[in-house]
Each structure stands twice: as C-alpha cells, then as structure tokens.
C-alpha cells in the first residue's frame, strides 16, 4: 500500500483529468443541444481558459500580479496574423513587413506554435528585467510592459496597421480546436505546477524569505513560470484573433486584463482549478447577461435589462465575490479523483 | 517656440497634475495598503458631474454653471463623497483580505463606475466648456504660457504645503502618519482606524476632483475613458517615487511630467509616437535600479 504522501502525490496529476472532463463534457453539451450562437460562446470561453490558465502559470504559482499579460496575448495575436495572413492582404495593409514575412502564409497550427514561441521569448526578455523587482514594484513594472506594447502597437503603421483593425484572419478556431489547446494548457500547467520548479516557485509564494534561506533561486523560477505562461498567453491571443478574425491593439489593452483577472480571483489564485472553475462560472455569468439583455419573455412579460447593465453587474457581483470569499470560490482547493476506499477511514483524522 | 521657459512651464504643469493625481494614490496606500485602481475613476466621475446627464455630443454644463467660489469647494465635495461611499460600501468589508483581493475588487469598482457613467453619459467624448478663458496664453519669461498652467503649477505648490501642513499639525495627519507607518501598532495606541481611512478617502477623493477640474478647463473634453491613462503614470509615479511616501509621489509625478515633456520636444521626429513606450521603458529601468523608489520611507525596510 502506498503512503499517503505519494498517494497524494498521484492524486494531484487527477486534476486536469477531472477539469477536461468538465470541459469536454460542457462543449459536448453545447454541441449537441446548443445553437450556433453558443457554439460560439463557448469556443470563446475556450480560449479564455487557455488565456487564463496560462495567466495562473505565473500569477498563480508566484503570487505576483501581472498585468503585462495581454502585452504577450498581443505579440501571439499579431505575429499569428503576419505568418497566415495572405501575402496580398499584408502588401496591402501592413507594407513594412520584412520580406521573408511578406511572402509567409503558414498553415495555423505551426503559426500558432511559433506564436506562443515568441511569446514566450518576449517574456524571458521582458522577465529577465522586471523580475528583479519584486511585490508592488513588480506588478507595476509588468502595467509599464503592458502599455509599452499598447503604445508600439498603435503607432507601428506599416507592421500592426496602427489603431486601424487588421482583418481578414481565417476563423478557424471552433469550440474544438479551442478545447484541444484548453486541455493542453490544463496538461501543461498541472506538469509545471507539480514540478521541482513549480514546487519551489511555490515555496517563494508562501514566504520568500524562508524560501531564500532553503536555497531556492527565486528568480529562476518565476522567470521559468513566466516563460510557461508566456507561451500560452501568446497561444490564446492567436486563438482569439483567429476566433473573430480581426485584431485591434486596444482589444489588448485593460479590458481584457481586468476581466482574465477577475476570472482567476473569482476562482481563487492559488490553485489551476480555481483558475477554470473561475472562467467558467464568470463566462455563464456573463452569457446570461447577454441573453437578459436582449431580452427574455417569462409567461406574458417581456423583461429586457438596460443595455450596460452587463458590465455594471459583472463588477459588482465581482465586488461581492471578493467581499465575501476573498480566497475565490475553490479558495485555493484542487478539484480531484476522490481518494480510493482504503484509505478512507484515515480521512477523519485530517483535515484537508 | 521650444524655449526652455516654455518646456519649464510645459513640464511643471503636466508634472503637477501628475502628482496631485499620484498624491491621492499615495495617500490610500499609505493607510491601507490598497492599490486603488478606481482612482482615476473618480477623475472621470468628477469630471461628468460638471454636466447634466445625457448622451448628446455637446454637454450642458450643470455644476459647471456655478461660479468658480462655489463650484470648486461643491466639486471637490463630491470627489471626497464618491471616495468616502466607495470605501465604506466596498473596502470597509475587506480590511481582512490580501492586497491582492482588494486590489482587484479596486479594478472592479473602476469597471462599475466607468460603465455606470457609459450607460448614463453614452460613449462619444464631449465637448465641455469651462472656464475657456483660462486656456488664453500670458507671456511669462519670454514664453507664451496658458494663464491654466500657472494656475496648476500654483495650485499644486498650494496643494502639497495644504498637506503637509495637515499631516504635520493637525491630530489627523499625526494618526494618519502613524498609521502610514505601522498601522496595527498604531491601532494599539489608539488610533481611530475608521476615522483615519474615511479621512485619506476623503482627501485622497478631494484630490481626484482636483485633477478632474484641470482637466476639463485645459482638454475641453469629457471622455469616459479620461482617468485610465492618467491613473497609471499616476501609480507608477507612487512607486518610483516610494510605496507609502507622500513627498515621494510629489517628486516622482514631476519627474514623469518632466520627462514626458523632454522626450516629447527632444525625441527625433519619426519615433515621437512612440513616446510613451521610451517614458515607460525609462520607468522600468528607474525600477531595477532604485526597487524600493527614490525615496524610501523608513516603513519600507527589508526585514532581514
């Protein structure tokens, strides 16, 4: 019989099983009895998880705040754009493009993979810096980061297009493709999250100066964590510009901070589930908002919310979430298989 | 054009505006290590309550009609109200919670209020005319200087000495220094907690009004969005400058205002609009070199 430990162990790679089950089992749903509008919802919630649990990757593990992550959602978004856009569009719209980019038109998945790639990269360059700091500093040098992108990316005309929307990108991110990268993200983060790395990078969160003493490089592993989630932030700002087909530096910007921060707060920032659980509890929300405001007719009454009342009472129920579970809704609690009925009866004597 | 004059007038002012802006962050901070993302919400609220609530281009002003001696204590009023309400209905119910968690909840009630005044005012920005005398230069020094920007750099000086003074003299400011300081050891000696948050809300909220009313007089622009950009030189500004140290922020915000102005006349042409990203790149190297700010207070020590 193994220990409890290794069990636990075992028990914690469960995790992604039990949250792409949910998933698959959420998109299966959709497909079968949904229409084609929540077809699309939900492929949009798809990619909000990839975004959000690559977000967790670093925030999550570090327990630093970064705003800075729709910066590399930006840089997957638009280098996605430049490798599969077709070579007469780009000599159109973005004429300063190197010419090896000009010619490019490569299929999306290598596109994709090359954009989270460089993603990943511009973090490791970015980190190498900002992740000297640390605390407050730190959060505030990742909002610098943010809007140095925001800024070269609205004014760079002849390779962003400037504020004027490059269109034209191949919607080929369905609820399928979007899952597949949502399960890989899951995947992804569990590895790092129960790796040496991730373990360590841990240990700083809860107290750094305890961590320090152990011996363990607090800035090698948040700039590892970073890079991590670097690549799937820059992956999910690729899928999100191939699920719309048009890209904007401002849909970069500090809406879709606050809301990818809200939704890891709301599940809770110290564990991947709550990182999930917290999309997609927000993304029902939200979409239930949506449909009330385009109005719902219950027996005789037509009852329809003001339009804005969406955003408003998203905050608030936001505000309310954190006033009243500041930990999140799993307060930091893993979603897992139950243990086996052996060790059951061990389950009275501890607590978590 | 470019005298030196001319960019010291230019920088002064946008510098004092950043600072009053960062002032009323550093305040909060200080007190209770709240991020407060909602302050230059406050900014836009201000500015909105200037004007009678429709979603037509040209605004009709409605506080903004008063005359200045009675507009400005009215405004600043509801500055410190809108702060005071919001403290007492969101963050009074998370002393307990991580920064983090209120930071957030920060951010969330500067998304209810931004779409609050959306769905009240409409989206398009406004044309807004108040006091448009005040944009009409003076020759100072040998430069042309809007009579506004003397009022803000005047107005900033008053400000600052106001606070200090404040903070210096009065029973208020000696809590509210001890409570910047160590405020759980300050509540054990007897520092009114409730009395000394309300009260940098308040001024902190004062200071947004203060900010909303330069604005309006110098862009003749209500945005919705207006705050968003000044709130985040303004935070950056609280760091550099010092978590926790109000003359910090003062000098920070002149420092970011200064070097804004200089890039903006000494940067080579083609590269201008990418002004700010040179600003906020200097900013990230002024973090790595100084972590702890410019200006450390003596609460921010490391404790091994």
């Known amino acids: ?174 609820q399928w493709v979007a899952l597949a990268w949502a399960a890989a993200a899951i995947i992804a983060a569990n590895l790092y999250a129960n790796s040496a790395s991730g373990l360590a990078l841990r240990a700083t969160r809860e107290d750094d100066v305890a961590a320090s003493a152990c011996g363990i490089d607090m800035y090698r592993h948040r700039l590892i964590a970073l890079v991590v989630s670097g690549f799937f932030t820059g992956v999910s700002g690729a899928l999100l510009g191939h699920s719309i087909g048009v890209l904007n530096p401002d849909s970069f910007y500090l809406n879709i901070t606050f809301i990818s921060l809200a939704m890891l707060v709301v599940g809770g920032i110290a564990s991947l589930s709550g990182a999930v659980i917290g999309v997609l509890s927000l993304s029902v929300l939200i979409e239930a908002l949506v449909r009330l405001e385009q109005g719902v007719t219950v027996g005789a009454t037509a009852f329809a919310l003001p339009s804005g009342a969406q955003e408003i009472l998203i905050g608030i129920v936001m505000i309310l979430i954190l006033v009243l579970r500041p930990s999140g809704l799993l307060a930091g609690k893993e979603l897992r298989l139950p243990r086996r009925s052996e060790t059951r009866q061990s389950k009275n004597t501890q607590t978590n | 054009m470019n005298s030196a004059a001319q960019l010291f007038f230019d920088a002064a002012s946008l510098g004092g505006i950043y600072a009053m802006a960062a002032l009323g962050i550093a305040l909060i901070f200080g007190v209770m290590n709240l991020v407060n993302f909602a302050h230059g919400e406050y900014i836009a609220f201000c500015v909105f309550a200037l004007i009678v609530p429709s979603t037509d281009a040209v605004a009709v002003l409605f506080l903004g009609k008063a005359p200045a001696f009675v507009l400005i204590p009215v405004l600043l009023a509801v500055g410190a109200g809108a702060a005071v309400a919001s403290e007492y209905i969101v963050f009074r119910h998370m002393r307990r919670a991580t920064p983090v968690a209120m930071m957030i909840s920060s951010f969330a009630l500067g998304f209810v209020i931004q779409n609050s005044l959306l769905a009240i005012y409409g989206g398009r920005p406004k044309a807004i005319s108040l006091w448009p005398d005040l944009n009409t230069p003076v020759a100072v020094a040998g430069a042309h200087v809007p009579l506004l920007q003397l009022i803000v750099i005047l107005s900033t000086v008053v400000v600052v000495c106001a606070l200090a003074l404040l903070l210096k003299k009065t029973r208020l400011g000696l809590e509210m220094r001890a409570a910047a300081e160590n405020f759980t050891m300050a509540r054990l000696l007897g520092v009114r907690a409730n009395v000394v948050i309300t009260g940098a809300f308040a001024l902190s909220g004062a200071l947004a009004a203060a900010v909303a009313l330069i604005l309006a007089t110098q862009t003749g622009v209500a945005d919705v969005r207006m705050g968003g950009q000044i709130m985040l030189v303004a935070f950056i500004a609280t760091v550099i400058g010092g978590l926790g140290s109000l003359p910090g922020a003062v000098a920070a915000g002149f420092l970011i205002g200064a070097t804004s102005i200089v890039l903006q006349a000494f940067l080579p042409l083609e590269v201008r609009p990418f002004r700010d990203a040179f600003l906020y790149t200097l900013v990230i190297v002024c973090l790595l070199l100084r972590p702890q700010g410019l200006f450390v207070p003596s609460s921010a020590k490391p404790r091994i």
């Open chain 1, 1 to 174: 019989m193994m220990g409890k430990h290794a069990q636990n162990r075992l028990l914690a790679y469960s995790t992604p099983i039990v949250l792409i089950g949910l998933l698959v089992l959420m998109a299966g749903m959709v497909s079968l009895f949904g229409d084609k509008a929540l077809a699309r919802t939900m492929a949009e919630t798809l990619v909000r998880v990839v975004l959000v649990v690559g977000l967790w990757i670093f925030v999550g593990n570090s327990g630093v705040v970064s705003f800075g992550h729709a910066g590399y959602m930006a840089i997957g978004a638009y280098c996605s754009a430049w490798l599969t856009l077709k070579p007469q569009m780009k000599s159109m719209f973005l004429p300063d493009l190197p010419q090896w980019l000009a010619q490019a038109e490569w299929p999306v998945l290598p596109a994709a993979i090359v954009s989270g790639l460089l993603a990943a990269l511009v973090a490791l360059i970015s980190g190498a810096a900002i992740l000297r700091l640390s605390g407050i500093a730190a959060s505030i040098a990742t909002f610098a980061f943010l809007a140095i992108v925001n800024t070269v990316y609205s004014n760079w005309e002849g390779v962003t297009g400037a504020t004027s929307s490059v269109v034209g990108l191949a919607r080929y991110v369905d």
